[in-house]
């Protein structure tokens, strides 16, 4: 089955840098899609970032466009994303998601409904 685990969370202040990790397994198709989504105490699961495999396209919300980097390691099964420059609103519980593309419907990949499988998440708190 499809496995997902996160890591790379914790505690960093204004302007510092955290690198989340997830570890993908289990896909038994060519090509799928990844993203990273977030959620805050009291807020809506958001999407942050997402990832097509099969052509390496990149989509970011607006919130964090030009902060964040999503990347993949193919041969690791990895994918990374690099969180610059942080504000204390980045602050929530960081998932990562796949999903089928023929299932993800929006360009962005920015639905959370729209993924199959998740990861449990991991912390990032940013604060002075």
């Known amino acids: 089955q499809v496995h997902l685990v996160e890591s790379g969370g914790g505690l960093v202040q204004p302007g510092g840098s955290l690198r989340l990790s997830c570890a993908v397994s289990?896909?038994?198709?060519?090509?799928?899609?990844v993203g990273w989504f977030r959620q805050a105490p009291g807020k809506e699961r958001e999407g942050v970032s997402s990832?097509?495999?099969?052509?390496?396209?990149?989509y970011y919300d607006d919130s964090v466009k030009g902060r964040f980097t999503i990347s993949r390691d193919s041969a690791k099964n990895m994918v990374y994303l690099q969180m610059n420059n942080l504000k204390p609103e980045d602050t929530a519980v960081y998932y990562c998601?796949?999903?089928?593309?023929?299932?993800?419907?929006?360009?962005?990949?920015?639905?959370?409904?729209?993924?199959?499988?998740w990861g449990h998440g991991t912390q990032v708190t940013v604060s002075s």
């Open positions: 998601a796949a999903g089928y593309e023929w299932v993800i419907d929006r360009e962005d990949a920015l639905e959370a409904s729209e993924y199959e499988y």
């Open positions: 289990g896909f038994t198709v060519d090509y799928y899609v």
């Open positions: 990832s097509r495999t099969r052509d390496n396209s990149t």
